[in-house]
């Protein structure tokens, strides 16, 4: 199911024609059966401020997201740092240590 947002946006896209539907060739060369020109959007300014509030809240909710994996991540390195160390001990006191040899 598509979320109000997601809604709200594709119906003002619409509204102020900066969705377009057809055959467009886009700049990569590709062809594409739709074009969104957000260029149109200030146009409009009660609903730029619409899309722009609601881009607003998609980016700090991936802002938050994105902070949840760093300290995820952050925790799984310093985690693998810890156990590298612990096998580091643990080699070192498996191997028996060699004199050196006479002369050197």
Do not use: H, N
């Not at 074009?35 to 200030?42: N, T």
């Not at 998609?58 to 693998?80: F, N, Q, S, Y």
């Amino acid at each position: 199911m598509m979320s109000k947002a997601k809604q709200d946006i594709c119906q003002i896209l619409v509204r102020t024609g900066a969705l377009r539907f057809g055959s467009f060739t886009l700049t990569s060369g590709k062809t594409s059966p739709y074009y969104i020109d957000l260029r149109i959007l200030p146009g409009f300014p009660e609903t730029f401020d619409i899309v722009t509030g609601i881009y607003e809240k998609i980016a700090k909710e991936a802002e938050k997201g994105l902070k949840i994996v760093k300290e995820k991540t952050g925790e799984g390195i310093e985690a693998i740092k810890e156990f590298i160390e612990k096998k580091k001990e643990e080699y070192a006191k498996k191997v028996p240590e060699y004199p050196e040899e006479p002369g050197k």
